[in-house]
């Protein structure tokens, strides 16, 4: 992760010059490597929100995965830019910013940059991980974007808000049987089914999900 080139008062190389021409030092090697290989993993990642015209079914699922596939690719955008643009700067095309140097800093620490973060779901462990997990999480909602269907298991903590899952799933419940939603109550019942891929159509009275997590559980 490159922690150990760090020095006790904080001088890690950076110059603020952009690598404009000079001998790179070790941040900025360790930067651009990380750089590229992050750019490489988001190459045909990112979900494009489907215009209002390719949508035949206006239900409240449809209306949550849009606005979840319009999060994303935001995200993926800004995740994009700002590597290009910090790219530009080590090839001394572009002067490095303050913020760019923080961005530095993060894909030298393995820590989740702040402007990243600033558009992602609530996350506390390395980039690395946050990486893979975005990688999981555009896929689900890769897989919408091929049928406009919502599918028959959803990975819950996959979503950016997932209380907004819930609330699509309780609008769709009234208007099908004629309910208001408030008269509507969530209630939750664990399948015996271990693997999602076991489940062969989805719940006419709710949904199947998984990924929960309890806590203070027995």
């Given at each position: 992760?490159?922690?150990?080139?760090?020095?006790?008062?904080?001088?890690?190389?950076?110059g603020?010059?952009?690598?404009?021409?000079?001998?790179?030092?070790?941040?900025?090697?360790?930067?651009k490597?990380?750089?590229?290989?992050i750019?490489?993993?988001?190459?045909?990642?990112?979900?494009?929100?489907?215009v209002?015209?390719?949508?035949?079914?206006?239900?409240?699922?449809?209306?949550?995965?849009?606005?979840?596939?319009?999060?994303?690719?935001?995200?993926?955008?800004?995740?994009?830019?700002?590597?290009?643009?910090?790219?530009?700067?080590?090839?001394?095309?572009?002067?490095?910013?303050?913020?760019?140097?923080?961005?530095?800093h993060?894909?030298?620490?393995?820590?989740?940059?702040?402007?990243?973060?600033?558009?992602?779901?609530p996350w506390?462990?390395?980039?690395?991980?946050?990486?893979?997990?975005?990688?999981?999480?555009e896929?689900?909602?890769?897989?919408?974007?091929?049928?406009?269907?919502?599918?028959?298991?959803?990975?819950?903590?996959g979503?950016?808000?997932?209380?907004?899952?819930?609330?699509?799933?309780q609008?769709?419940?009234?208007?099908?049987?004629?309910?208001?939603?408030?008269?509507?109550?969530?209630s939750?019942?664990?399948?015996?089914?271990?693997?999602?891929?076991?489940i062969?159509?989805?719940s006419?009275?709710?949904?199947?999900?998984?990924?929960?997590?309890?806590?203070?559980?027995?």
């Amino acid at each position: 992760d490159g922690e150990g080139h760090n020095n006790s008062d904080g001088d890690d190389g950076v110059g603020g010059n952009g690598g404009s021409g000079g001998k790179r030092t070790v941040l900025e090697v360790a930067v651009k490597r990380k750089l590229d290989d992050i750019l490489e993993r988001l190459s045909d990642r990112q979900t494009r929100p489907p215009v209002q015209s390719e949508v035949e079914e206006h239900s409240p699922y449809t209306y949550f995965f849009v606005q979840e596939c319009e999060r994303m690719y935001w995200l993926v955008s800004e995740i994009r830019l700002s590597l290009q643009e910090l790219d530009s700067a080590l090839k001394g095309d572009l002067s490095l910013s303050a913020v760019m140097e923080r961005l530095m800093h993060s894909l030298y620490q393995d820590t989740l940059p702040e402007a990243w973060a600033a558009l992602s779901w609530p996350w506390v462990d390395s980039l690395g991980a946050w990486l893979a997990d975005l990688v999981r999480r555009e896929k689900q909602l890769a897989e919408w974007t091929s049928t406009l269907t919502a599918p028959k298991v959803v990975w819950i903590c996959g979503f950016f808000r997932p209380l907004a899952f819930l609330m699509a799933m309780q609008q769709v419940l009234a208007r099908r049987n004629g309910w208001r939603v408030e008269q509507l109550s969530l209630s939750v019942d664990v399948s015996k089914k271990t693997n999602p891929e076991d489940i062969e159509s989805a719940s006419r009275d709710g949904a199947y999900v998984h990924g929960l997590f309890l806590e203070g559980a027995r």
